[in-house]
């Protein structure tokens, strides 16, 4: 056990190597009979295997990792899923690309014309447009069923393999202890409930308020110290003893922690300071993010015309209604706009409920409108904001006007978003939930804005296929469970009882 703890990184590094090396061997095994010349090492075959191999690696990075013992079972389920789903798409379109040689067309040519052209002692090869389309018919089209019972497979074997191997995880390595340090009880209800969630990486040993006389011995007897909201002073002082004693620190930051986080390291001779970012895109970022919004859009639009005309005809159906919902939204600078959505609630929904935010099971979500919130479907004519200018694809997500003014009451800071245009997806999409809190939502779009680069555009955008894998990003807001509450009264109880 301890020999594995020691060299831990390098055993869940095989273990991955390992996982990859099967679901490659799966999806050659599976188009062996289809394309031959994968049987042998050759040109075809090494090329192929190479991309496979990248492009699960990276997908899969992209998506979060094959994070063993460092996330749920779920979560490393997804990300392996979609970057499988990614790697055998990229690699069966190779195969084909590849398998369209100059042997493949002689070949055809050559029984082409002994079928229909047998008495000719010579005649011109067909075209090559008569071989290709002869070859996506009798060649890539049957091969789709190889593709899909290849990825059925390779996703039994990632369901059992994550589950066992998390499960081995975490029976060497034991939850670790952990002290929670707050300032009120307000923030703490809330952030106990999401590190109770993940009991499987923290055991919560004890929950402190920061200026307690107890509070270092504490600390000594936990690995791992959480600090929520703690007052600037007192937390310097706690973070150096941590420190000095080898102490995990987590720390639940505010916007100034972020503004510092996406600081960058600036030398004056030989002094250092952490200097924050331009908060504003340069004139060729500009450019290209607008000619890739365009692109996008339009292609997404043609892309889903045959969803967007069920789903009208599907809302008309239903109550005669309108299709297109129209909201006012700000985007950058405080600009006004009409954001458009297909219509998922009845007509005229917010007239007796003013300004409230949809919730899980809200009644007035229509049965079509469920189906549309669960797939996002009910966005896709935003794809028409974005051309029009009002949107862009990745950026934070435009709020209504009045919830605005409404978390600006708490959070100040909470106009920052408004320093970028509005998007369809953005950085607190796919690492949040639809009932995230306002403040990680701005938390996580003030990273953004202060990390801006095509390259995190490009991730966040394939990132937002994994929303369609998780069944809480669209839910409404969500209650804190009342085991949460006893768990932090219980541990509080027990301090005082202690100390009396």
């Not at 869940?12 to 061997?25: A, E, P, R, V």
């Not at 002094?271 to 908060?279: E, G, L, P, V, W």
């Not at 600078?333 to 919730?359: H, P, T, Y």
Request: aromatic share 14%; net charge positive.
């Amino acid at each position: 056990m301890n020999f594995f703890l020691k060299f831990e990184k390098t055993f869940i590094f095989i273990i991955k190597m390992f996982l990859f090396i099967i679901l490659t061997l799966i999806f050659f095994a599976s188009f062996s009979d289809a394309i031959p010349q994968i049987k042998k090492i050759n040109r075809t075959f090494v090329i192929s295997v190479l991309m496979f191999i990248t492009s699960i690696y990276t997908s899969t990075k992209l998506y979060g990792d094959v994070a063993i013992g460092k996330k749920s079972t779920k979560e490393i389920r997804d990300s392996a899923i979609l970057g499988t789903f990614i790697a055998d798409f990229v690699t069966f379109i190779t195969l084909h690309i590849m398998n369209i040689s100059s042997t493949n067309y002689q070949e055809f040519s050559e029984k082409y014309f002994i079928e229909n052209n047998s008495n000719l002692a010579y005649v011109n090869k067909p075209e090559f447009s008569k071989f290709f389309f002869h070859y996506i018919k009798n060649t890539i089209f049957p091969s789709f069923l190889n593709l899909t019972l290849s990825f059925l497979m390779q996703i039994f074997i990632i369901y059992i393999f994550t589950k066992s191997f998390n499960i081995f995880y975490f029976k060497i390595n034991k939850p670790k202890n952990s002290l929670i340090i707050f300032e009120n009880q307000k923030d703490l209800l809330y952030l106990v409930s999401k590190i109770k969630k993940n009991s499987f990486r923290w055991n919560i040993k004890d929950i402190i308020k920061y200026n307690d006389k107890q509070i270092l011995k504490k600390i000594n007897k936990n690995e791992v110290i959480f600090f929520l909201n703690i007052p600037t002073n007192s937390r310097a002082f706690l973070l150096q003893y941590c420190y000095k004693h080898n102490k995990q620190m987590c720390i639940y930051p505010n916007v100034c922690d972020v503004m510092v986080y996406c600081s960058t390291m600036l030398s004056a001779d030989d002094a250092t300071f952490y200097s924050t970012t331009d908060y504003e895109m340069s004139f060729e970022q500009i450019i290209v993010k607008r000619i890739g919004d365009i692109i996008f859009a339009t292609v997404a639009l043609i892309l889903t015309i045959p969803l967007s005309l069920i789903s009208a005809i599907a809302i008309k159906l239903y109550d005669k209604g309108p299709i297109i919902f129209k909201q006012k939204r700000l985007t950058i600078n405080g600009k006004e706009f009409n954001l458009l959505k297909f219509r998922s609630m009845i007509v005229n929904a917010d007239q007796n409920v003013k300004n409230k935010m949809a919730k899980k099971d809200d009644f007035r979500i229509t049965p079509v409108g469920k189906i549309m919130r669960k797939f996002r479907i009910d966005e896709i004519p935003q794809f028409l904001n974005i051309l029009k200018g009002d949107l862009s694809v990745v950026g934070p997500r435009p709020e209504r006007i009045e919830h605005i003014k409404e978390f600006q009451e708490k959070l100040p800071e909470f106009k920052y978003r408004l320093k970028v245009k509005a998007g369809l997806t953005g950085l607190a999409q796919v690492m949040g939930k639809y009932s995230t809190t306002p403040k990680d939502k701005l938390i996580l779009d003030l990273s953004y804005i202060q990390k801006y680069s095509l390259w995190l555009d490009i991730k966040i955008i394939i990132k937002t296929l994994i929303i369609f894998l998780k069944t809480d990003t669209a839910e409404g807001i969500s209650k804190i469970e009342k085991n949460t509450i006893e768990f932090i009264k219980q541990k509080l109880n027990t301090k005082n009882s202690k100390q009396n």
